[in-house]
T-cell receptor, first 114, second 117 residues
């Protein structure tokens, strides 16, 4: 069975510091994609970053980077130089090659402190 | 550039009533997905369409739920005889998928918050 685990229900981080949000996954499918989404209080799911299972390098998108450790089935999100606007729920998610739905973790609520 | 839109954004109804939500995907996206998100949880897959065809339904989608995408563009999700447990955010997403491309993200709408009293 496919599963996403996010073990941090909430985090408090000082503005301008870097933050790492943890995510582990489980799948038997060799081809899969990992996603991170941000959900502000408005409710919309905002796509942040994608990592493919065969990608050799860690994905980066601006201040977001994904620390992909395939052997450990880990896909942590790193946000550098955090900003107040980063306060939101963050969801790790996965989609496999033979499936069309995205499976989400329970999320981590990130609070950026001024 | 218009994204995925959903209507209404909020709905309050009494138990036992029927409700219908609408989703307009990004134009030319052939796939449309419905998810449900309850408080403190991540979204859970309900169903998806490729063009007009409904290709998969989750076991979460009871007989009281029905979804359609009659012309392959917008979609509706109807809940009959609503129950308090149906209270949730209903999210719609779309993308255009060709073949096996797990890297394609889904673009989400703002959601419809349903409260059943």
């Amino acid at each position: 069975a496919q599963k996403i685990t996010q073990t941090q229900p909430g985090m408090f981080v000082q503005e301008k510091e870097a933050v790492t949000l943890d995510c582990t996954y489980d799948t038997s499918d060799p081809s899969y994609g990992l996603f991170w989404y941000k959900q502000p209080s408005s409710g919309e799911m905002i796509f942040l970053i994608y990592q493919g299972s065969y990608d050799q390098q860690n994905a980066t998108e601006g201040r977001y980077s994904l620390n992909f450790q395939k052997a450990r089935k880990s896909a942590n999100l790193v946000i550098s130089a955090s900003q107040l606007g980063d306060s939101a729920m963050y969801f790790c998610a996965m989609r496999t090659n033979r499936d069309d739905k995205i499976i989400f973790g329970k999320g981590t609520r990130l609070h950026i402190l001024p | 550039d218009t994204g995925v839109s959903q209507d209404p954004r909020h709905k309050i109804t009494k138990r036992g009533q029927n409700v219908t939500f609408r989703c307009d995907p990004i134009s030319e996206h052939n796939r449309l997905y419905w998810y449900r998100q309850t408080l403190g949880q991540g979204p859970e897959f309900l169903t998806y369409f490729q063009n007009e065809a409904q290709l998969e339904k989750s076991r979460l989608l009871s007989d009281r739920f029905s979804a359609e995408r009659p012309k392959g563009s917008f979609s509706t999700l109807e809940i009959q005889r609503t129950e308090q447990g149906d209270s949730a955010m209903y999210l719609c997403a779309s993308n255009h998928r060709r073949g096996y491309e797990p890297q394609e993200t889904q673009y989400f709408g703002p959601g419809t918050r349903l409260l059943v009293l």
